[in-house]
């Protein structure tokens, strides 16, 4: 039978091929009977499933269903954006918690979350002592990453996002759509974001992009023996 690997899902190609890139040997690409492309590697597979928590859960679940092989991890990785002062351009950033952070209601006292809605899950959290070990093998922040579906543009959401979710140390788009699908599969999730700009008001000049993707790829060169000594320990299924 075949060894269990990890699914990285990204967003988009150029997350998915700075993933790929850690391994150092060209990845098997074939394309799913859903037409998404599977880039398979030694322990890692990869994926860019579209941008969004939507896209992230629906490309998700679908590879966990139709692609050959058996997983045990779960994983959404890119670049994102860092909560100033917990993570920094250039950090890397691992989640504590996954977390869908403008899922829910406005009311008159504030933002009402999905959980407290009745409707779901807020937070996915990977297993215990996974997400710890790969921020010290990469060097990272390890802390709460939140899942948006508008990304933060200005001074006062990043504040409130901030004061709503202590500790936060990255925004991205599909973390949380990429646990759901993941919890669905009673698999294990995890996060791993490089940062690329602060959380705050929009300033695309100031974006470090191809450095993020660099660091994307150093991350998970570094993260795969912390990995591959959890896959080693007994763990129960997750969800």
């Known amino acids: ?12 190609p150029a997350e998915r091929d700075a993933v790929t890139l850690a391994t150092g040997a060209p990845p098997d690409a074939f394309t799913l009977p859903t037409g998404l492309t599977l880039h398979r590697g030694p322990a890692w597979d990869a994926v860019a499933v ?34 100033a002062p917990v993570a920094d351009v250039g950090d890397t950033v691992v989640g504590s918690a996954l977390i869908a952070a403008d899922l829910g209601a406005e009311s008159q006292d504030g933002f009402v979350d999905l959980a407290e809605l009745g409707f779901g899950r ?39 996002l901030a004061g709503r979710h202590p500790g ?8 949380h759509g990429v646990a759901t699908a993941a919890a669905a599969h009673r698999l294990a999730v995890l996060e791993i974001r490089t940062v690329s700009n602060p959380v705050g008001p929009r300033d695309r000049a100031a974006w470090r992009i191809p450095a ?25 299924q997750h969800g």
Do not use: C, N
């Open 1 to 12: 039978m075949d060894r269990t690997r990890a699914l990285v899902v990204t967003a988009v």
């Open 50 to 83: 579209g941008v969004g928590p939507a896209a992230a859960a629906a490309g998700t679940a679908t590879v966990l269903a139709v692609a050959p092989g058996r997983y045990d991890l779960v994983v959404a990785a890119g670049i994102g954006g860092g909560f």
């Open 122 to 160: 807020v937070s996915h959290r990977p297993p215990e002592g996974l997400a710890e070990a790969v921020a010290e093998a990469t060097g990272g922040v390890l802390g709460p990453v939140l899942t948006v579906a508008t990304a933060t543009g200005t001074a006062e959401r990043a504040a409130t």
């Open 168 to 175: 936060a140390a990255a925004e991205a788009m599909e973390g």
């Open 212 to 236: 993020a993707l660099r660091a994307l790829t150093d991350a998970f060169a570094a993260a795969g023996p912390a990995v591959e000594k959890w896959r080693q320990q007994p763990h129960e």
